[in-house]
């Protein structure tokens, strides 16, 4: 089932090159062309919600995150307790980077390692070194203060804007906060924290998580044996929005979670070697808490159209017990346990049983065939005692087993095996289904209402 909840703007985009003008077609160009690029790079970056960090890499006033997309690069600063400003990184007089990476602005002061020119953390200018050697007709306060973007929080993350003219956050994230705040993933907190590089343009590394019918054949170990029996709609509830978002979500009317062992009908034994394959291949979403609580049903006596209702008992006693919270288990709240959510450009969320996985894919520097992309492992912890600063685990090549899981190599190996492809002489288009697959055509129609712009 794909329902369009409302269309794209009405915007004409007949100007832009490469265009969508056909839902079920993507016209090669716009994964490597390099006009293409420099298009979005001029239309879309500067001028679009994207999140920069998460909340809690800036716990303390004056900590601070680089944010960096394409060529262009924002410092995203706790200004007080419940604060946060960003600014576009460039000193007023040289456009030097004032800061790399992250850290804390000590003092309250923003420095510029060049000559030294310092602001507060609000931005505004608090030494000149120098400035007697000036015109004073060029040292306007007003005209000194770091460029601020916009910002806005939502989900545990802070996205930033640099367009000062772009509407609010949550207005340009509607209808997502309605549909995923109930799941509490404002307040999860950071399990594990990766990053990769690929070659590949930012779009296709996204587009790989934006469909679930690849798994029968991408990541065979967890159709638990269905093969090609394996229903290519188990994901079979597909909305696009109109700001770009898409979501995909169990469906209520096939067996697919009989096949795979996740209904009420399903044994135990088999459910938790769903779960088991699932952990062990991504580690999240299902978490090693969820496979102890799975696993303690094993031998309980209870009629096996029970298990599903047992389990979500069984699950929301062990978080009970652990002072942890989960949302409220209303049937409209758990049916989206499972669901992926995209959010327009480059960013997803991936909920389940208190957990989630999220991904974040950026231009890599330059080059409209490279990216780097970002993986969350999420969590909800006891109140009170959360964890503090998020520790970036580093980046490492995609064949490194010893670091990346085996499903997220199964899918770097389709990402880079596909950008290759692109150039194959007679190849012309990507084609898209529009069953399993509008939210790609979705997103890349609401991309050209920006590059129209």
Same mark, same amino acid.
């Given at each position: 089932? @794909? !329902?369009?909840?409302?269309?794209?703007?009405?915007?004409?985009?007949?100007?832009?090159?490469?265009?969508?003008?056909?839902?079920?077609?993507?016209?090669?160009?716009?994964?490597?062309?390099?006009?293409?690029?420099?298009?979005?790079?001029?239309?879309?970056?500067?001028?679009?919600?994207?999140?920069?960090?998460?909340?809690?890499?800036i716990?303390?006033?004056?900590?601070?995150?680089?944010?960096?997309?394409?060529?262009?690069?924002?410092?995203?600063?706790?200004t007080?307790?419940?604060?946060?400003?960003?600014?576009?990184?460039?000193?007023r007089?040289?456009?030097?980077?004032?800061?790399?990476?992250?850290g804390?602005?000590?003092?309250?002061?923003?420095?510029?390692?060049?000559?030294?020119?310092?602001?507060?953390?609000?931005?505004?200018?608090?030494?000149?070194?120098?400035?007697?050697?000036?015109?004073?007709?060029?040292?306007?306060?007003?005209?000194?203060? &770091?460029?601020?973007?916009q910002?806005?929080?939502?989900?545990?993350?802070?996205f930033?804007?640099?367009?000062?003219?772009?509407?609010?956050?949550?207005?340009?994230?509607?209808?997502?906060?309605?549909?995923?705040?109930?799941?509490?993933?404002?307040?999860?907190?950071?399990?594990?924290?990766?990053?990769?590089?690929?070659n590949?343009?930012?779009?296709?590394?996204?587009?790989?998580?934006?469909?679930?019918?690849?798994?029968?054949?991408?990541?065979? !170990?967890?159709?638990?044996?269905?093969?090609?029996?394996?229903?290519?709609?188990?994901?079979?509830?597909?909305?696009?929005? =109109?700001?770009?978002?898409?979501?995909?979500? !169990?469906?209520?009317?096939?067996?697919?979670?009989?096949?795979?062992?996740?209904?009420?009908?399903?044994e135990?034994?088999?459910?938790?070697?769903?779960?088991? @394959? &699932?952990?062990?291949?991504?580690?999240?979403?299902?978490?090693?808490?969820?496979?102890?609580?799975?696993?303690?049903?094993?031998?309980?006596?209870?009629?096996?159209?029970?298990?599903?209702?047992?389990?979500t008992?069984?699950?929301?006693?062990?978080?009970?017990?652990?002072?942890? =919270?989960?949302?409220?288990?209303?049937?409209?709240?758990?049916?989206?346990?499972?669901? !992926?959510?995209?959010?327009?450009?480059?960013?997803?969320?991936?909920?389940?049983?208190?957990?989630?996985?999220?991904?974040?894919?950026?231009?890599?520097?330059?080059?409209?065939?490279?990216?780097?992309?970002?993986?969350?492992?999420?969590?909800?912890?006891?109140?009170?005692?959360?964890p503090?600063?998020?520790?970036?685990?580093?980046?490492?090549?995609?064949?490194? @087993?010893?670091f990346?899981?085996?499903?997220?190599?199964?899918?770097?190996?389709?990402?880079?095996?596909?950008?290759?492809? &692109?150039?194959?002489?007679?190849?012309?288009?990507?084609?898209?289904?529009?069953?399993?697959?509008?939210?790609?055509?979705?997103?890349?129609?609401?991309?050209? @209402?920006?590059?129209?712009?």
């Amino acid at each position: 089932m @794909t !329902q369009l909840l409302e269309p794209v703007q009405n915007v004409d985009t007949s100007k832009v090159p490469f265009a969508i003008t056909d839902r079920a077609f993507v016209p090669r160009e716009r994964y490597y062309d390099r006009d293409f690029f420099e298009l979005e790079k001029e239309k879309l970056w500067p001028r679009v919600w994207q999140m920069a960090c998460r909340l809690e890499e800036i716990p303390g006033v004056g900590d601070f995150v680089e944010y960096w997309v394409a060529n262009y690069s924002v410092l995203v600063v706790r200004t007080g307790e419940n604060e946060i400003k960003a600014y576009q990184n460039a000193c007023r007089h040289r456009a030097t980077q004032l800061a790399l990476g992250c850290g804390t602005f000590r003092g309250g002061q923003i420095v510029c390692p060049f000559h030294g020119w310092r602001w507060d953390l609000n931005g505004t200018p608090s030494g000149l070194y120098g400035k007697d050697g000036f015109d004073e007709r060029v040292l306007d306060p007003e005209d000194l203060k &770091l460029i601020e973007c916009q910002v806005g929080t939502w989900a545990g993350c802070v996205f930033i804007n640099m367009d000062p003219h772009a509407p609010p956050l949550l207005e340009a994230m509607k209808p997502l906060p309605e549909m995923l705040d109930s799941l509490l993933i404002g307040d999860m907190r950071v399990d594990w924290w990766k990053g990769v590089r690929l070659n590949s343009n930012w779009k296709m590394a996204m587009e790989a998580f934006m469909e679930g019918w690849h798994v029968m054949r991408t990541h065979p !170990q967890l159709t638990m044996g269905a093969g090609e029996d394996f229903p290519s709609d188990f994901l079979s509830i597909q909305n696009s929005y =109109k700001n770009g978002h898409a979501s995909l979500e !169990q469906g209520h009317d096939n067996d697919v979670q009989a096949d795979l062992g996740l209904s009420g009908k399903a044994e135990a034994d088999k459910t938790l070697a769903f779960m088991r @394959t &699932l952990y062990e291949g991504l580690k999240a979403q299902v978490l090693a808490k969820d496979i102890q609580v799975i696993e303690g049903l094993r031998n309980m006596d209870f009629s096996p159209d029970e298990f599903s209702a047992k389990m979500t008992e069984a699950l929301y006693a062990w978080n009970s017990g652990a002072g942890i =919270k989960l949302p409220d288990p209303d049937p409209e709240t758990l049916g989206r346990w499972g669901s !992926q959510w995209f959010v327009f450009p480059n960013f997803m969320f991936h909920p389940i049983f208190g957990n989630a996985i999220s991904y974040r894919v950026r231009p890599d520097s330059n080059d409209p065939e490279h990216c780097y992309f970002e993986f969350w492992s999420l969590t909800l912890y006891p109140e009170g005692q959360e964890p503090g600063k998020p520790t970036f685990d580093g980046e490492r090549p995609i064949d490194d @087993t010893s670091f990346w899981p085996q499903i997220p190599r199964q899918d770097f190996s389709n990402i880079e095996s596909q950008q290759r492809g &692109l150039h194959t002489p007679g190849y012309r288009a990507t084609r898209l289904a529009r069953k399993y697959e509008d939210g790609i055509a979705n997103m890349h129609a609401h991309l050209d @209402t920006y590059l129209a712009r």
